[in-house]
């Protein structure tokens, strides 16, 4: 079970803090880690979730009760994350967006993967596949769509015109990367579509990018940093690492999902912050500070939550 544990662990941390030696030695800067995240959001991120829904057989997206259990616990967070930092923390929308991003956007792919696959095998990983795809067809449209319509930068006219925002804002999250090519990978599956093995080797070798990127880019932000704990860091961590876990819980009682699916639901919903919520908090300009310090502290807490979990259920 330890081994199961420092599988998930060791590599994130191994590859965050090469991140943060790079910065310390001066190879790269702090302000060096936007290049990154426009790497990772635009390419290598789309691709890995094009590549996880192209694979997936349609016969395992088929299990509607495990969708909607996984769609109760990450959209539910999400919302219930936007409420808390719109009407208790008075954040603005764009902020409060960003906060709502860090809480219910699990690390499923480079964190949650190695342990599910460790405890449950390869059906463990269903649970990322559905999730991520959850994930690309509701949670990261609203955020890109929120954001747009929190966006200060507009003229007068264009704050006071909310239809023509909302609409320009449906339009940029459409043609964003990170929406239309796990989508589009869904249809293929859907549609019993096999592509050629070189053009799938070929996404494959920009998507393997995306998880180590990632958290190297991380670590480059982390350098120079202040370490700071306040009232939105505590509650953020509340949220991600107990509040959604508790509502896919939920989610297997009301859809009755039983057995091992529920178990793979709420490890899932344990899984620390994904660092790629810090890369849309890095190219919005928006919460860096605080989504950074979530995700290093929800990675360390995560490892106990994780393990308590694992100790229930085995």
Known sequence: MLNTILNGLLPVAFVIMLGWLSARIGLLKHGDADVFATLI???A???????GAVRTSPDKLHNVGFALCLTLGLMGTYVIALGIGRFVFRHDLRTATMQALVCAFPDMAYFGAPILAAVFGPEGFLAVLVGNLITSLFMLPL???LTGLGNNNGTATERTDVLRVFRQSIARAVIHPIVWLPVSGMVLSFCHVTLPEPVLTSVGLIAKAAGGTSLFALGLMLYGERFVI???ILVN?????FVQPALMALGAVLFGVVGAPAHQAIITGAVPTATAAAMFAI??????????AT???STILGVFTEGLLIACFF
């Open 41 to 43: 959001i635009r390419f």
């Open 295 to 297: 995700i290093l502290v």
């Open 143 to 145: 955020t890109i769509v």
């Open 237 to 241: 961590l509340g949220i991600k690492n």
């Open 45 to 51: 991120l789309p691709f890995a979730l094009f590549e």
């Open 283 to 292: 190219k919005s300009n928006t919460y860096t500070r605080d989504a950074t």
């Open 230 to 232: 306040n009232a939105n």
